[in-house]
């Protein structure tokens, strides 16, 4: 979620209330706000390892920016792979051992920083590579290896974002537990003025909407934004799977090429042109 989106949510729901000449200090409550956020960081913690939580908080970052895969970030493992297979082609398969097992200090692997960068594409396509170089495996057994993996991944990926959604889940719900204390506390007001009682009830109603909009308005939109960049992870995957089982299945680097090309989202995909010439610059 990027910051533009956090500014325009509390922007417009700020806004709103005043042009309805409400008066922005009533809703800063901080007991509402204690009772809300302690209850549902407890929550948190009582629901998830201490593993997931450290992770969880990792996880801001990539919140905050909202970064998501971009066509080159596609093309760049397309052409990394691409050199790989050609290698094998020509040298044989034992000539990748060396970049498989130090793709940190491989030649290929530096000139794709953003494949370098990415630690978690970096092992997977190293591990692979790994099986790939041994030749002890059968084309349809690498396939079913590289699907555990891909699964692993895929798993590991929305861990993070599931627990967040049970936070945003609770959120509402302990919004009205604050409410519902609210009420208890004016309950023993009234006696008092009805200025002092309504005073009172707004102060409970307000536990109700912080409630509601740290949900909504937050913490499901920041899920959201972990569960598409997971997806995104799990997409640049199943290419990289895509380009290996072809090969190993007996296909020429080109094709194997074109089999990942199409398992690209549509909006990141190259044309067929375009990566046709992308391969002749590679060869070059």
Same mark, same amino acid.
């Given at each position: 979620?990027?910051?533009?989106?956090?500014?325009?949510?509390?922007?417009?729901?700020?806004?709103?209330?005043?042009?309805?000449?409400?008066?922005?200090?009533?809703?800063?409550?901080?007991?509402?706000?204690?009772?809300?956020?302690?209850?549902?960081?407890?929550?948190?913690?009582?629901?998830?390892?201490?593993?997931? @939580?450290?992770?969880?908080?990792?996880?801001?970052?990539?919140?905050?920016? %909202?970064?998501?895969?971009?066509?080159?970030?596609?093309?760049?493992?397309?052409?990394?792979?691409?050199?790989?297979?050609?290698?094998?082609?020509?040298?044989?398969?034992?000539?990748?051992?060396?970049?498989?097992?130090?793709?940190?200090?491989?030649?290929?692997?530096?000139?794709?920083?953003?494949?370098?960068?990415?630690?978690?594409?970096?092992?997977?396509?190293?591990?692979?590579?790994?099986?790939?170089?041994? %030749?002890?495996?059968?084309?349809?057994?690498?396939?079913?290896?590289?699907?555990?993996?891909?699964?692993?991944?895929?798993?590991?990926?929305?861990?993070?974002?599931?627990?967040?959604?049970?936070?945003?889940?609770?959120?509402?719900?302990?919004?009205?537990?604050?409410?519902?204390?609210? @009420?208890?506390?004016?309950?023993?007001?009234?006696?008092?003025?009805?200025?002092?009682?309504?005073?009172?009830?707004?102060?409970?109603?307000?536990?109700?909407?912080?409630?509601?909009?740290?949900?909504?308005?937050?913490?499901?939109?920041?899920?959201?934004?972990?569960?598409?960049?997971?997806?995104?992870?799990?997409?640049?995957?199943?290419?990289?799977?895509?380009?290996?089982?072809?090969?190993?299945?007996?296909?020429?680097?080109?094709?194997?090429?074109?089999?990942?090309?199409?398992?690209?989202?549509?909006?990141?995909?190259?044309?067929?042109?375009?990566?046709?010439?992308?391969?002749?610059?590679?060869?070059?």
């Amino acid at each position: 979620m990027p910051p533009v989106g956090i500014i325009v949510v509390i922007g417009c729901v700020i806004g709103g209330y005043m042009m309805h000449h409400g008066v922005l200090g009533v809703l800063w409550q901080p007991n509402e706000v204690i009772i809300i956020c302690g209850a549902a960081f407890g929550s948190f913690l009582i629901a998830n390892p201490m593993s997931l @939580i450290k992770e969880t908080f990792g996880s801001i970052p990539k919140i905050i920016l %909202g970064k998501e895969l971009k066509k080159d970030a596609f093309v760049d493992l397309l052409l990394l792979l691409y050199e790989f297979l050609s290698i094998a082609r020509r040298e044989g398969m034992l000539a990748l051992e060396e970049h498989a097992n130090k793709p940190d200090s491989s030649a290929i692997f530096s000139k794709y920083p953003s494949i370098l960068k990415n630690h978690h594409l970096k092992d997977f396509l190293a591990d692979n590579l790994k099986v790939f170089v041994s %030749g002890n495996i059968e084309p349809t057994e690498f396939e079913n290896l590289m699907d555990i993996d891909t699964d692993a991944h895929e798993h590991h990926g929305q861990q993070v974002p599931t627990a967040l959604t049970t936070v945003s889940d609770s959120l509402p719900g302990l919004g009205i537990v604050a409410a519902v204390l609210g @009420i208890i506390t004016t309950m023993g007001l009234m006696s008092e003025p009805p200025e002092i009682l309504g005073a009172s009830v707004g102060a409970a109603l307000c536990g109700t909407f912080l409630g509601l909009l740290l949900s909504y308005g937050y913490m499901a939109p920041m899920a959201k934004t972990l569960e598409n960049q997971a997806h995104d992870f799990d997409n640049i995957l199943k290419v990289g799977k895509a380009v290996l089982v072809a090969f190993a299945k007996g296909l020429p680097p080109v094709m194997a090429i074109e089999f990942a090309r199409r398992a690209v989202p549509s909006h990141c995909r190259p044309s067929y042109e375009e990566m046709e010439e992308l391969l002749k610059s590679v060869k070059k």
